[in-house]
């Protein structure tokens, strides 16, 4: 099988693969602050019987200390992630708090074709646009105790300026809004790191219970933007 180019070296290749019975996406979304990266950190070190496959999304923001290119994101100049988004590449691309976030489609059909649950945090905006495409996707939105709370966890990271912060906090309060889009809300609460993800690992378990046979499609795109197999 053909594998992806995530150097920025140039375009990536996509395999032609089915998604097997059962593998599931999971997208795991809520605004900046409500400790995403840290549930996913902590869905990492738990084994599970089926495998999890946790993708790696494309961002043309600036690395923060201790993020590492190709873990955490695959960190692009704005002209690569721009030539990847024209050949089609990306499953969605979405611009958030002025940067741009991407999501690589040949990550996710070589993970759903191996039977893997795919793993993807994104933010509200792509989650939809995920949603849309690709309709069995399973949604889980992450929401905080309260909204003070996730204030106080945007200006505890102390990772944005002033004016930066202010826009994450105003945007946060229009994404709580939209968490009746998804299918399962999961409140974490302060301190119940644990509790989180045994929530969402029983979500998971619950769906494939419900869906064996389910097939999750995610279809690869030429450049002009139509459907190949």
């Given at each position: 099988m053909t594998e992806p180019r995530l150097d920025g070296a140039g375009p990536m290749r996509l395999p032609s693969s089915d998604p097997a019975p059962g593998a599931l996406l999971v997208i795991i979304s809520g605004p900046s602050g409500v400790g995403k990266d840290t549930i996913i950190d902590a869905l990492r070190r738990?084994?599970?019987?089926?495998?999890?496959?946790?993708?790696?999304?494309?961002?043309?923001?600036?690395?923060?200390?201790?993020?590492?290119?190709?873990?955490?994101?695959?960190?692009?100049?704005?002209?690569?992630?721009?030539?990847?988004?024209e050949a089609g590449e990306l499953l969605e691309a979405n611009e958030v708090h002025g940067n741009w976030y991407g999501t690589p489609r040949a990550q996710l059909r070589e993970a759903l074709a191996a039977g893997k649950d795919v793993i993807l945090k994104i933010d509200v905006q792509g989650a939809q646009v995920?949603?849309?495409?690709?309709?069995?996707?399973?949604?889980?939105?992450?929401?905080?105790?309260?909204?003070?709370d996730l204030f106080h966890r945007l200006r505890s990271r102390a990772t944005e300026t002033a004016d930066q912060l202010e826009i994450r906090q105003r945007n946060a309060a229009i994404e709580l809004a939209r968490q009746h889009?998804?299918?399962?809300?999961?409140?974490?609460?302060t301190g119940q790191l644990e509790r989180t993800v045994d929530t969402i690992d029983e979500i998971i378990g619950r769906e494939h219970a419900l869906h064996p046979d389910r097939r999750v499609e995610v279809y690869s795109r030429s450049p002009d933007g139509s459907p190949t197999a």
């Amino acid at each position: 099988m053909t594998e992806p180019r995530l150097d920025g070296a140039g375009p990536m290749r996509l395999p032609s693969s089915d998604p097997a019975p059962g593998a599931l996406l999971v997208i795991i979304s809520g605004p900046s602050g409500v400790g995403k990266d840290t549930i996913i950190d902590a869905l990492r070190r738990r084994r599970h019987d089926r495998d999890y496959h946790y993708v790696v999304t494309c961002t043309t923001r600036s690395m923060r200390p201790g993020e590492v290119d190709g873990v955490d994101y695959h960190f692009l100049d704005r002209v690569t992630f721009d030539s990847w988004r024209e050949a089609g590449e990306l499953l969605e691309a979405n611009e958030v708090h002025g940067n741009w976030y991407g999501t690589p489609r040949a990550q996710l059909r070589e993970a759903l074709a191996a039977g893997k649950d795919v793993i993807l945090k994104i933010d509200v905006q792509g989650a939809q646009v995920v949603k849309e495409k690709i309709p069995d996707a399973l949604l889980i939105f992450i929401v905080p105790p309260s909204l003070e709370d996730l204030f106080h966890r945007l200006r505890s990271r102390a990772t944005e300026t002033a004016d930066q912060l202010e826009i994450r906090q105003r945007n946060a309060a229009i994404e709580l809004a939209r968490q009746h889009d998804y299918d399962y809300v999961v409140t974490n609460e302060t301190g119940q790191l644990e509790r989180t993800v045994d929530t969402i690992d029983e979500i998971i378990g619950r769906e494939h219970a419900l869906h064996p046979d389910r097939r999750v499609e995610v279809y690869s795109r030429s450049p002009d933007g139509s459907p190949t197999a």
